[in-house]
Structure formats: structure tokens, C-alpha cells
């Protein structure tokens, strides 16, 4: 590769890197409690607890639109090729990913999750109730279900899910590497945020949750609770 196609490739890594950075960052404003109860100020509680789930969903995933968009045309190349049988053993782990981000959203309550029920409750005039604090367990509901399946592999699920998907693609190339680095970092440090607001919500119960479950990735964890 020569000094040009090298500043091509840098050029590339510093767009993707930038642009997920900037998604990350627009994410994480609009998921604190700054941000809602402004909005709360500006239309008022009932909308604010009707809607803001919803729009909060739209703006993420028309945010992943548009950064696919922008990185799709970027010079790229394949950074490397992982064979067979150990591509097979990746796409396991993606299966797993898309099976975490499903059960996860099956026990949080689909509508809940994508804020669809809120939308509905809106519309239809009836009582808008507040989304949950962060994206874990529901742990007013009964513990049992609330903390199985996907929530007793990881305590951050939803964010371990993708995770995966990305990380284990067999053909990595230079962009889809840097937005992973970039995005994984995320996921984690962002799950250490989150898990801040469930743990404030749920004082008691999320302490015992924790020490039986591992905070992000499968691994064994210490009795105290880890991390």
C-alpha cells in the first residue's frame, strides 16, 4: 500500500471514528435525566412519558441510517479473512448476539422497549406511564423471569448482543473494524452508565442481581458483585 492509498485508509478511519464518537455522544445527552425533564419542561409530563421512548428509538436507529450512509462510500479494504471452521464458531457467536438482543427485548416488554405502548397510551387517552430507568431487568416484576434467559448471561444484554454481531463478522474490513473499536468501547462504558440509573432504582434487589451475574461479558463473576 502506498503513501497515498495509506492517507485514503487514514482518512477513513478518522471519519468512522469521528462519526460514531459524535452517535455515541448524541446518545448518551439524550438518555440522561438532563435532557428529559427538559423536554418534560417543553411539552409537558404527559408527552414526555408517552413519547419520549419513542422518539428516543427513531432518533437512534435514523442516527445508524444516516452514519451508514456516510461510511458506505469511504476508501476500504479487508484488514483480514478468518477461515473455516473458526468463521463457523464466529457465526455462533453472532446467533448468540441476535438471540441476547431478542430475549432481552421479550422481557423487557417489546412495547416498552421500542416505546410503542407509550405512543398508544397517548393517542388513546390513556395514562402514560414513565419508561423504565435504564435498559436492565425489570425488577419490579417477578424476579424469576425478570432476571433469566439473556439476563443471566450478561447484566447489559441488549448492549453485549451487538457487540457480538459486529465483532465477530469472519471478513473484517478497515471501516466495520473501526466502528467496532469505537462502538464496543462504547457498549461497555456506556453499560457502566447505565448501570448507575438501575442500580439507584433499584437499590436492593439489583445488589443481589449482581452477584450473580456477570456484568457485560460471559465470565465467571466475583461474589461481591463485580463491577
Known amino acids: 500500500m502506498n503513501g497515498e492509498d495509506e492517507k485514503r485508509m487514514g482518512r477513513t478511519v478518522a471519519v468512522v471514528a469521528g462519526g460514531t464518537l459524535l452517535f455515541a455522544a448524541v446518545h448518551s445527552v439524550l438518555a440522561t435525566n438532563w435532557m428529559k425533564q427538559t423536554v418534560e419542561a417543553i411539552v409537558g409530563r404527559r408527552a414526555r412519558d408517552g413519547l419520549y421512548r419513542f422518539a428516543y428509538n427513531q432518533i437512534t436507529y435514523s442516527s445508524i441510517w444516516i452514519m451508514f450512509l456516510a461510511f458506505k462510500g469511504l476508501p476500504d479494504r479487508v484488514v483480514y479473512r478468518v477461515p473455516r471452521p473458526w468463521s463457523l464458531l464466529m457465526r455462533l457467536g453472532q446467533v448468540l448476539g441476535l438471540w441476547l438482543i431478542a430475549d432481552t427485548n421479550l422481557r423487557m416488554g417489546v412495547g416498552r422497549f421500542t416505546g410503542l405502548s407509550g405512543v398508544w397510551q397517548f393517542i388513546s387517552g390513556e395514562q402514560t406511564l414513565r419508561e423504565d430507568p435504564a435498559q436492565g431487568p425489570r425488577l419490579d416484576d ?86
Open 142 to 227: 417477578e424476579a424469576g423471569r425478570a432476571t433469566g434467559g439473556a439476563f443471566r448471561v450478561s447484566r447489559h444484554p441488549n448492549n453485549l448482543g451487538p457487540t457480538l454481531i459486529v465483532c465477530l463478522q469472519p471478513t473484517m474490513s478497515l471501516r466495520l473494524l473501526t466502528f467496532a473499536i469505537v462502538g464496543s468501547l462504547y457498549s461497555y462504558f456506556g453499560s457502566k452508565l447505565e448501570e448507575r440509573r438501575v442500580r439507584a432504582a433499584y437499590p436492593e434487589k439489583y445488589a443481589a442481581y449482581r452477584r450473580r451475574t456477570p456484568f457485560f461479558f460471559p465470565i465467571p463473576t466475583p461474589s461481591r458483585g463485580g463491577t
